[in-house]
Nanobody, 127 residues
């Protein structure tokens, strides 16, 4: 069993930055592909970014490309999402997810491929 706890969300003005963190329990964190998804009110949960278990490959949604960066620190069992140049349309609950796989980042873009999910952290961007 893996537990994921997100933090770092909050209220920020458009153009600002936030860094989300996702702390994972368990000793096998380094064997998991990790991803970030988000869900805005009335919309489906959508892929944001993912990183493979070794951190050598990442994937990012077109809507956030050039603004968001995913990274991981396997020594700290933590994955991060650095969000810059935030826009009001980035407002959503952001979820961290873990997939027990060594597959590439393209496979990690699919929500159904994840085994564990965090509770989410709210990000609100004001205009």
């Amino acid at each position: 069993q893996v537990q994921l706890v997100e933090s770092g969300g909050g209220l920020v003005q458009a153009g600002g930055s936030l860094r989300l963190s996702c702390a994972a329990s368990g000793r096998t964190f380094s064997s998991f592909g990790m991803g970030w998804f988000r869900q805005a009110p009335g919309k489906e949960r959508e892929f944001v970014s993912a990183i493979t278990w070794g951190g050598d490959e990442t994937n990012v949604a077109d809507s956030v490309k050039g603004r968001f960066t995913i990274s991981r620190d396997n020594a700290k069992n933590t994955v991060y999402l650095q969000m810059n140049s935030l826009k009001p349309e980035d407002t959503a609950v952001y979820y961290c997810a873990a997939a027990r796989t060594s597959a590439g980042s393209r496979w990690l873009t699919r929500r159904m491929n994840y085994d564990y999910w965090g509770q989410g952290t709210q990000v609100t961007v004001s205009s």
